[in-house]
């Protein structure tokens, strides 16, 4: 007796495994023996040509154009591995010419590719959201082009090799600017900084730094000056290397000048008062390098409004005798403050 089911059809029908051969023409599937290919689309002459799906066995695949056999034409090609993704033109199997890169990791790129890496003119965004318009080549910022940094400066110059390196201008979020030559990514060589501040240099760079940087601020001429308020006076000032020596290739510092007067403290039993500091706007005292410390404006009268030191002593003098020694005013005291170029700059201008 025959076995149950013994020459019997399943009830699902008859199985079809996959031909042992590849179809001939038409549509058709097909799975490579001994290998991890599956092929499903049109064929011509024994070969994929046509539209078609090649999958791989870790999950990989390519679905599109092939001519006589080869991946030719527009496609989308998927790796599983990395889980990058191509859109666009192949020749051979490989991306080649213009396409879509959709990165796992975020990001993406348009323009042109030479097999399977960046090559030619391309727009890039970045995982972090920045963007760079221009030439690449080895899959690199390589040559002319533009770029968006996720801080908002912006850099249209020179590249080689993903480094900002030849020439090019930075604009910084901030307003400030350079222009002139790079190398290995920071200022190098000959350039301008105009920053905003309203300081600028230019002049040599290296390795990021001015070379002929000012680092002190020297005021020429006496050391006291008599000032009439309401009158206009002039300072002369130099701006020196460490060495000593003028620092030509920089300008535009800003050198702040406090008015006030001398600070005296009056004995406790003293009935003289020339002025009295208003004490709702009352500074800091100022410190000067003469050896006694001022009052910086506004000040007061004891009984008139506001005045000026000269209009406070003219009325002082007209009832009681001046005090002599330490109380006598001293004449109106200059204060100048000032920052280094490197300190203005700031590490953002290096992104």
Same mark, same amino acid.
């Given at each position: 007796m025959?076995?149950?089911? $013994?020459?019997?059809q399943?009830?699902?029908?008859?199985r079809r495994?996959?031909?042992?051969?590849?179809?001939? @023409?038409?549509?058709?599937?097909?799975?490579?023996?001994n290998?991890?290919?599956?092929?499903?689309g049109?064929?011509?002459?024994?070969?994929?040509?046509? *539209?078609g799906?090649?999958?791989?066995?870790?999950?990989?695949?390519?679905?599109?154009?092939?001519?006589?056999? $080869?991946?030719?034409g527009?496609?989308?090609?998927?790796?599983?591995?990395?889980?990058? #993704?191509?859109?666009?033109?192949?020749?051979?199997g490989?991306?080649?010419?213009r396409?879509?890169?959709?990165y796992k990791?975020?990001?993406?790129?348009?323009?042109?590719?030479s097999?399977?890496?960046? $090559?030619?003119?391309?727009?890039?965004?970045?995982? &972090?959201?920045?963007?760079?318009?221009?030439?690449?080549?080895?899959?690199?910022?390589?040559g002319?082009?533009?770029? +968006?940094?996720?801080?908002?400066?912006?850099?249209?110059? &020179?590249?080689?090799?993903?480094?900002?390196?030849? *020439?090019?201008?930075?604009?910084?979020?901030d307003?400030? #600017?350079?222009?002139?030559?790079?190398?290995?990514?920071?200022?190098?060589?000959?350039?301008?900084?105009?920053?905003?501040?309203?300081? #600028?240099y230019?002049?040599l760079?290296?390795?990021?730094?001015?070379?002929?940087?000012?680092?002190?601020?020297?005021?020429?001429?006496?050391?006291?000056?008599?000032?009439?308020?309401?009158?206009?006076?002039?300072? *002369? /000032?130099?701006?020196?290397?460490?060495?000593?020596e003028? =620092?030509?290739?920089?300008?535009g510092?800003?050198?702040?000048?406090?008015?006030?007067v001398?600070?005296?403290? +009056?004995?406790?039993?003293?009935?003289?008062?020339?002025?009295?500091?208003?004490? @709702?706007?009352?500074? #800091?005292l100022?410190q000067?390098?003469?050896?006694f410390?001022? /009052?910086?404006?506004p000040?007061?009268?004891?009984?008139?409004?506001?005045?000026?030191?000269?209009? =406070?002593?003219?009325?002082?003098?007209a009832?009681?005798?001046?005090?002599?020694?330490?109380? $006598?005013l &001293?004449?109106?005291a200059? *204060?100048?403050?000032?920052?280094?170029?490197? &300190?203005?700059?700031?590490?953002? +201008?290096?992104?």
């Open positions: 025959a076995a149950a089911g $013994e020459g019997t399943s009830s699902h029908g008859p495994d996959p031909p042992r051969r590849p179809p001939r @023409d038409g549509y058709g599937v097909y799975v490579y023996p290998s991890f290919f599956r092929y499903e049109e064929w011509k002459g024994g070969k994929k040509h046509g *539209h799906k090649l999958l791989f066995k870790d999950g990989s695949y390519y679905e599109g154009a092939f001519v006589d056999g $080869e991946i030719t527009e496609g989308r090609r998927h790796w599983a591995w990395s889980g990058d #993704t191509f859109s666009g033109q192949f020749v051979l490989e991306p080649q010419g396409g879509v890169i959709e990791a975020g990001g993406c790129y348009e323009g042109e590719v097999h399977g890496m960046r $090559e030619g003119l391309g727009f890039l965004v970045d995982r &972090d959201g920045q963007v760079y318009q221009g030439s690449f080549h080895g899959n690199r910022r390589h002319p082009g533009q770029m +968006l940094f996720k801080n908002g400066d912006k850099y249209d110059g &020179d590249w080689v090799r993903d480094q900002r390196q030849g *020439h090019g201008v930075l604009r910084c979020a307003g400030s #600017t350079y222009e002139g030559q790079w190398h290995s990514d920071v200022f190098s060589g000959l350039g301008s900084m105009a920053h905003c501040s309203g300081l #600028t230019s002049g760079w290296i390795n990021g730094h001015p070379v002929e940087q000012a680092t002190k601020m020297v005021i020429m001429g006496p050391e006291v000056m008599e000032v009439a308020q309401g009158c206009p006076f002039s300072v *002369h /000032i130099q701006l020196l290397q460490d060495q000593g003028i =620092a030509q290739s920089e300008s510092r800003v050198l702040r000048i406090s008015a006030a001398r600070y005296v403290q +009056l004995p406790a039993y003293s009935e003289v008062s020339f002025f009295q500091v208003d004490r @709702d706007n009352q500074e #800091t100022i000067t390098p003469f050896g410390e001022c /009052i910086p404006y000040v007061s009268s004891s009984e008139a409004g506001v005045l000026g030191p000269r209009a =406070a002593r003219g009325g002082a003098e009832d009681v005798p001046l005090p002599g020694g330490d109380q $006598e &001293d004449s109106d200059l *204060h100048g403050q000032e920052d280094t170029l490197g &300190d203005q700059l700031g590490s953002s +201008l290096f992104q």
